[in-house]
């Protein structure tokens, strides 16, 4: 029941306001607020609070009890508030694996002079997160939404809720920027992928002295590769170790292909290229994919890995 | 990531706003509801610093369920103040035992803001009202702290920021306050003579009684005169008339149905207002012999005491006019005179000897009267606040064995004597005196006034006042009990007594608190008429007071909007800034709201490419605001002027 008016407000929602420019401001109208239960209790409370000061008529009792009646009315206009003018901004795409989790990020900016407390995001059936913002600050959150099945799912909205300040009231608003969820199959299968793609390629971050080379991206440092390739930028920037990755223009790239494997059911075949792609990134070998109305040129680096798995993601 | 559950820290705060709430209710409340909810929190407590699980919950059960079947034994019911704060106090402590989630904690907080308001159920002082508004602060900032799960604020911004919500609720709660139909009695009948928290006079006075209550000072009521005043051995205020005796304690026998005597006041007469404190019981203390008052709901009774149809639970003004005698001819019916009479039968047999004495040597009743108060002259009887303790047959060991007593002592013999010589006697209790305090204009009648004497019955006369204490003790009368006793040094706390400029101080204190109670906690439907009278809306009473409070809604929450909005966007002064963001309004109403990191220029920019229709008129808009905010030279009015107009032209 509950569920059910949720998901016809957040269609009604989404009719009224369309799609979202980000980075987003909330605005004051879209910003919705009802009590909790909490806030009932506290409406029963208050019930019990006027009638024993009437009947009592003691005019400080009733005094107090209206202290606590307005004071539920700033509460409101508080919780209103914490959502009003947060500025939010999130990437537009997400990857994840079939049965694991994707990641959605979000950016947040709070302009205002007042830190905003007791703030949760969500998107669809992620995970919550809740955060604090402080005064006149800019913070990045990532969330994990579990990702079941492979394919592309676009969630047309997320939603930004608080219940600060006692919890009396709940205020949330939607914000309608889709996001892109690539789910790729998740990596199966212990095929070794047929000798005749794997062709000349060698080891990438070892920097040949003849032939061709081109720069093509950064990949996680592991023990055993070259101090010489270190990207000590990425390290001064105190993020994780890297090395750079070199594509040999000269070798002939392996090819990770749908039809190495006929007769095999298609979801196992995906989860085979899967598993393949992975590999091969780990390994640093340059590497094309060729799907069903789908290619992706060979090449190298966490960009082209990220458009292999999409594409099967994308696999229809 | 779950809301956090109950840990050391949280309970311990909640235990800290429970304990806050519940100090005023240590005088009134039962001390093993005290002990019960300080072991709870000890307990639980002790558990979460050690990380242990709770007792079993039908351990639990079993705990709550004795401990609220004892309170019922206590109290027979879980109305009415004493009762109920017991209750919840009791609901709080068992919930702190088994709390584990935020949920357990909430209903603790909430119940801790009741408590809060039954303590002012009880008193209206200004400290108290004080103490219980920082006891709500603390509660406030606590749930704050409970309720904000990840990165809540510190404990000083928690104090700030309840402040800050406390201070913007106040003035909805005072225009509430104001404006909220008050009744003039209670919804329903409260128990009656709940005086758990309260001194006073009660329907019966043993020996002893009074003169332990002639220790406190507290305030029974209030007198401002209209007029002249009487002397002081006029002033009599009558409270419960009691005429039922069992040898030790004298009663109030209220089986007479309300029959309005048929008096004639004659006299003098004296018009007066009464602020009578709340006493919980449904007599009010008219001066001797009330003959008009403005109440509907005040009636005298067939003895002659005022009282009210509900009991005095709120601090209530009455005008009165007394008249110094009354003529009342009718003869006393034989039941009344076989009730008026009546003594336990084998009680005080001495008593009963001496009055068949005085009876033989006196011509009349009236004779036999005075000659009774002859001898509590003429004997030496001593007027005292210690008299020593009596047993059994009290007033045979007072008038031949002790011979020292308070006013009651006094007042009892006398009846009893009277009694027993066959003239219908009672005793009546209320206030003797005063204090007129000049600083107010009026007179103040302390709990230490309180003063027992006696009525007799004569034929021809009706019931006619007599006063042992007076025969004794004239000073009592003349000068109040206090001036009375202490230069003997007894024990009345009157410090205040000795230094004129103590006294002053005293009196002007008091006039304050009188004005606290007659503006604050006097505040009621008569206040509110004149208020709306003043205010010279038209329509009926009950509307205006709607209307009143609709409109303090409607201005409460526009300016807490207003007020809210200012701090999240603070209004620019640069008149440029002030212009550019009616327009940067205008786009973010289309959704193409200005970022803050924006420039003007990226601003143009941006709206060009997303909405190329506009470009030609955003981009001049952005370029003048760069040159008049940015250029050298002071942008000039008119100038501005067309800037403004130019704003007020763009349609997005």
């Known amino acids: 029941m509950r569920q059910s008016l949720a998901r016809r407000l957040r269609k009604w929602a989404a009719r009224r306001h369309g799609t979202d420019q980000l980075p987003y401001a909330v605005q004051r109208r879209r910003i919705y607020i009802l009590p909790t239960r909490f806030g009932m209790m506290l409406a029963a409370l208050l019930i019990a609070m006027l009638i024993a000061g009437l009947n009592y008529g003691s005019n400080l009792a009733l005094g107090f009890a209206f202290l606590m009646a307005s004071l539920a009315i700033v509460a409101m206009h508080h919780c209103h508030r914490n959502l009003l003018d947060l500025t939010v901004d999130a990437d537009s795409t997400a990857d994840g694996f079939a049965l694991d989790s994707a990641v959605l990020r979000f950016r947040i900016s709070n302009t205002a002079g007042f830190g905003r407390y007791d703030l949760e995001i969500r998107g669809g059936d992620s995970e919550k997160c809740i955060f604090a913002s402080a005064a006149h600050s800019t913070q990045d959150l990532s969330i994990a939404l579990p990702s079941p099945a492979r394919g592309v799912t676009r969630l047309p909205q997320w939603e930004l809720r608080t219940r600060y300040p006692f919890g009396w009231f709940r205020a949330w608003t939607y914000v309608q920027s889709p996001i892109d969820v690539f789910i790729a199959p998740s990596p199966r299968g212990h095929r070794a992928l047929p000798a005749t793609a794997a062709g000349a390629a060698g080891p990438r971050t070892e920097s040949r002295s003849d032939g061709e080379e081109e720069f093509a991206g950064l990949r996680a440092y592991r023990p055993g590769d070259a101090l010489k390739h270190m990207a000590w930028k990425v390290v001064a920037r105190g993020q994780e170790p890297a090395v750079r990755q070199y594509a040999d223009l000269a070798a002939s790239p392996e090819w990770i292909d749908w039809e190495y494997l006929p007769g095999v059911d298609p979801e196992k075949r995906l989860q085979q290229l899967c598993r393949w792609i992975l590999d091969s990134d780990a390994q640093g070998r340059r590497f094309g994919l060729r799907i069903p109305g789908a290619t992706v040129d060979p090449a190298i680096g966490p960009a082209h890995r990220r458009a292999c798995l999409r594409a099967l993601a994308a696999f229809t | 990531m779950q809301r956090a559950a109950a840990t050391f820290a949280r309970l311990g705060w909640t235990a800290t706003s429970l304990a806050v709430a519940l100090l005023p209710h240590l005088p009134t409340l039962p001390i093993w509801i005290i002990v019960t909810v300080s072991i709870a929190a000890a307990i639980r407590l002790l558990l979460a610093w050690h990380e242990r699980e709770l007792p079993p919950a039908l351990l639990r059960l079993a705990i709550s369920a004795i401990a609220i079947t004892l309170l019922f034994i206590q109290f027979h019911t879980f109305n009415g103040i004493s009762a109920g704060s017991a209750l919840l106090a009791l609901m709080a402590g068992l919930k702190l035992l088994e709390a584990r989630s935020p949920r357990d904690i909430h209903i603790i907080l909430l119940i801790v803001y009741f408590l809060s308001l039954t303590a002012l159920l009880v008193s209206s002082s200004f400290g108290l009202l004080l103490y219980e508004m920082g006891a709500c602060w603390l509660n406030t900032s606590i749930l704050l702290r409970m309720t904000v799960a990840q990165a809540a604020p510190s404990v000083r911004e928690s104090l700030q920021f309840s402040a800050r919500l406390l201070l913007l609720s106040v003035p909805l709660a005072a225009a509430l306050w104001l404006f909220f139909p008050r009744f003039a009695g209670p919804l329903w009948n409260l128990p009656s003579a709940e005086s758990a928290a309260h001194s006073g006079l009660t329907d019966s006075m043993s020996p002893g009684d009074l003169s332990e209550l002639s220790l406190s000072d507290e305030v029974a009521f209030r007198v401002r005169f209209k007029g002249a005043y009487p002397a002081p051995n006029q002033r009599y205020w009558r409270g419960p008339v009691l005429d039922q005796f069992d040898g030790h ?202 003063h027992a004497w006696n009525e007799i019955w004569i034929r021809g006369k009706g019931w006619i006042r007599a006063d042992p204490t007076a025969a004794v003790a004239p000073e009592r009368i003349e000068r109040g009990s206090v001036a009375t006793l202490n230069p003997d040094g007894s024990t009345v706390n009157s410090w205040y007594a000795w230094s004129p400029w103590f006294e002053d101080l005293r009196l002007r204190l008091d006039a304050v608190r009188q004005i606290w109670r007659d503006t604050i906690v006097g505040y009621d439907k008569r206040s509110q008429l004149s208020i709306l009278d003043s205010l010279r809306i038209p329509g009926p009473d009950s509307q205006k007071l709607v209307l009143m409070l609709a409109a303090a809604l409607i201005a409460t929450s526009l300016w807490l909007t207003w007020q809210l909005r200012r701090e999240i966007a603070p209004a620019p002064k640069d008149p440029v800034v002030k212009a550019f963001r009616g327009l940067e309004r205008k786009l973010a109403s289309r959704g193409l709201a200005r970022s803050t990191a924006e420039t003007a220029g990226a601003l143009a920019e941006r709206i060009s490419r997303a909405r190329p229709e506009l470009a030609d008129s955003i981009r001049p808009l952005c370029r003048e605001y760069n040159e008049l905010r940015y250029g050298n030279n002071a942008p000039d009015a008119e100038r501005l002027r067309r800037f403004r107009s130019a704003i007020r032209a763009f349609k997005p």
Request: one cysteine or more.
């Open chain 2, 249 to 450: 304690t004298w009663s109030r026998n209220d089986s007479g149905a309300p029959i309005p005597p048929d008096l004639h006041m004659q006299g003098e007469a004296f018009e007066y207002t009464l602020s009578l404190e709340p006493h919980r019981h449904n007599w009010l203390f008219a001066l001797d012999w009330p003959g008009k008052w403005d109440s509907p709901r005040a009636y005298l009774t067939a003895d002659r005491m005022l009282v009210q149809t509900d009991p005095v639970s709120r601090p209530i003004d009455l005008t009165v006019v007394s008249y110094t005698e009354v003529n009342d001819s009718e003869e006393l019916s034989p039941r009344d005179r076989r009730q008026q009479t009546r003594l336990p039968p084998q009680r005080n047999p001495r008593t009963r000897q001496l009055a068949a004495r005085l009876r033989a040597q006196s011509a009349g009743d009236l004779e036999f009267a005075q000659a009774a108060l002859q001898l509590f002259r003429r004997e030496s009887f001593y007027y005292t606040l210690t008299p020593p303790r009596l047993a059994q047959d009290s007033v045979d060991e007072f008038l031949f064995d002790t011979k020292r007593g308070f006013c009651e002592h006094f007042a009892s013999a006398y009846a009893a004597l009277m009694r027993a010589g066959g003239v219908p006697a009672r005793v009546v209790t209320g206030y003797q005196g005063g204090a007129y305090n000049r600083f107010a204009g009026t007179w103040i009648v302390r709990q230490s006034d309180a």
